[in-house]
C-alpha cells in the first residue's frame, strides 16, 4: 500500500513538473553545471536503459534525476509531442538536435539549469537517460563536457513485442490508440535505434556498448565492465542484492526475454526478421524453436 501511494505522489509531481509553466518558473532557481562526467545511458525502449540507469545511481559516486531528463525541461523535444509513445522512429526531425544549429548552445545551459534542481548538490558523476538521447549524442558530446555514453542492445524479438505492448497510446493521443502499433513500427524501431548507434558513435570519445542479457546474467561482470569505463570505483556488491521498481514493477535483475518471447505470434516473428534481419544477425539473435 505505502509503496502505491508513493508511485503515485512520483505520478503528480512529476505531471507538475513537466508542466512548460513550472519549468519556467524554476529556471531563475537553476545553477550551472559543470561535473566530472555527463554519463548518458542509451538504447531503444524496452532495452533495460532504465534498469541500468537505476543501478548505476545506486552507486556512491553516481547521481540520476527521478525522471527521463527531456521531461524535465523546455530544452529537449520527446515523440510524445508528436503523439509517439515509444517511438520516436516515426518523427526524427522532431526529436534530433543539430550540434551546429542556431541557439543550441544556449539552450544546453537552459537546460542544465533545469536539471540542476533534481541532482544533488554535490554530484560530480551525472546520469541521464532520456531514450530520445540516441538520436542526439553528437550534441550531447559538443555541449555536455566530458560525455560518456553507454550504448545497451536487447534481443529485437523481446524489444518489438514490449514496444508494442508497453506504449501508452491513449494518453499522448497516438494516431494508433485504437489498434496498437503494427510490429512493423515496431521492429523499424528496433533496428533504427541500432543503425543511428553505429553511425554516430564513430565520432564519439567515450562509448561503451553492453547487452542486456549479459548485464541481467552477469551483472558483477557487466557493472564491473561500465564502472572501468567511467573511471570509478566498482559497483558495491551489496547493491545488486537488492529488488528495483522498474515501470512501476518491483523486481531483481532477470533477463525478462522469454516472458515476452512467448507472447509473439508466428506472424510476429516473420515480421520481426523480415524488418529487422539483418541486425538480428549481427548480434546473435535468434528466435527459439
Not at 8 to 16: I, S, T
Not at 99 to 108: D, Y
Not at 120 to 140: A, F, H, V
Request: net charge neutral; hydrophobic share 35%.
Amino acid at each position: 500500500m505505502f509503496k502505491t501511494l508513493q508511485r503515485n505522489a512520483e505520478k503528480v509531481y512529476l505531471a507538475l513538473l513537466m508542466k512548460s509553466s513550472i519549468q519556467r518558473c524554476l529556471l531563475p532557481f537553476g545553477h550551472e553545471l559543470n561535473p566530472d562526467r555527463w554519463i548518458f545511458v542509451v538504447g531503444c525502449y524496452n532495452s533495460g536503459t532504465t534498469l541500468l540507469a537505476s543501478v548505476l545511481r545506486k552507486h556512491p559516486m553516481l547521481s540520476g534525476m527521478l525522471n527521463e531528463g527531456a521531461f524535465l525541461t523546455d530544452g529537449l523535444p520527446y515523440p510524445e509531442q508528436k503523439g509517439w509513445p515509444r517511438m520516436w522512429s516515426q518523427c526524427l526531425d522532431h526529436v534530433t538536435v543539430d550540434p551546429a544549429g542556431p541557439g543550441v548552445a544556449e539552450s544546453a545551459e537552459q537546460i542544465k539549469k533545469n536539471w540542476s534542481l533534481w541532482y544533488p548538490n554535490d554530484s560530480k558523476n551525472l546520469i541521464e537517460k532520456s531514450i530520445s538521447n540516441l538520436t542526439r549524442m553528437p550534441y550531447l558530446q559538443e555541449f555536455f563536457k566530458p560525455a560518456y555514453f553507454i550504448y545497451i542492445v536487447r534481443n529485437g524479438y523481446a524489444v518489438s513485442k514490449g514496444i508494442q505492448r508497453k506504449a501508452n497510446y491513449k494518453r499522448w493521443n497516438c494516431l494508433y490508440k485504437d489498434t496498437g502499433y503494427p510490429m512493423e513500427l515496431c521492429a523499424e524501431q528496433w533496428r533504427i535505434s541500432d543503425e543511428i548507434a553505429q553511425a554516430d558513435k564513430r565520432g564519439l570519445t567515450n562509448f561503451l556498448t553492453v547487452t542486456y542479457e549479459n548485464f541481467t546474467e552477469r551483472p558483477i561482470e557487466t557493472l564491473d565492465t561500465v564502472t572501468r569505463f567511467l573511471g570509478v570505483s566498482p559497483m558495491p556488491r551489496e547493491v545488486l542484492g537488492g529488488g528495483w521498481s522498474i515501470h512501476e514493477f518491483d523486481s531483481k535483475i532477470m533477463n525478462m526475454n522469454a516472458h515476452s518471447l512467448a507472447k509473439l505470434s508466428a506472424e510476429d516473428v516473420e515480421i520481426i526478421e523480415r524488418v529487422a534481419g539483418s541486425v538480428l544477425d549481427k548480434y546473435g539473435y535468434m528466435f527459439p524453436d
